[in-house]
């Protein structure tokens, strides 16, 4: 059974620097993709960053580019989200995710298995 748990959500002021992480269990995760997602209130779930777990691939949308690196340690089974520069519509509950496969990585319906989520709060 594949389980994530994602830590490291707080408040931060804009401008400042976040790093969250996604501990996976359950799998060997070589074949996966791992993907963040997040959630404004009253908005929908939208894709933040993903990679396959070999790291050969990353993807990012044109809003957190530049902004926002996705890592992993594989030593402790571990993916991270550095977010620097952040703005308060970067506000959101951030969730990691994993699928089997790296096609469609960017999409979250492509996702079987998801972690609780974590906050994330940038005041202005």
């Known amino acids: 059974q594949v389980q994530l748990v994602e830590s490291g959500g707080g408040l931060v002021q804009a401008g400042g620097s976040l790093r969250l992480s996604c501990a996976a269990s359950g799998r060997t995760f070589d074949s996966y993709a791992i993907g963040w997602f997040r959630q404004a209130p009253g908005k929908e779930r939208e894709f933040v960053a993903a990679?396959?777990?070999?790291?050969?691939?990353?993807y990012y949308p044109d809003s957190v580019k530049g902004r926002f690196t996705i890592s992993r340690d594989n030593a402790k089974n571990t993916v991270y989200l550095q977010m620097s520069s952040l703005k308060p519509e970067d506000t959101a509950v951030y969730y990691c995710?994993?699928?089997?496969?790296?096609?469609?990585?960017?999409?979250?319906?492509?996702?079987?298995?998801w972690g609780q989520g974590t906050q994330v709060t940038v005041a202005s």
């Open positions: 990679m396959r777990w070999s790291g050969e691939r990353t």
């Open positions: 995710a994993a699928k089997w496969g790296f096609a469609d990585s960017t999409n979250l319906k492509a996702y079987n298995y």
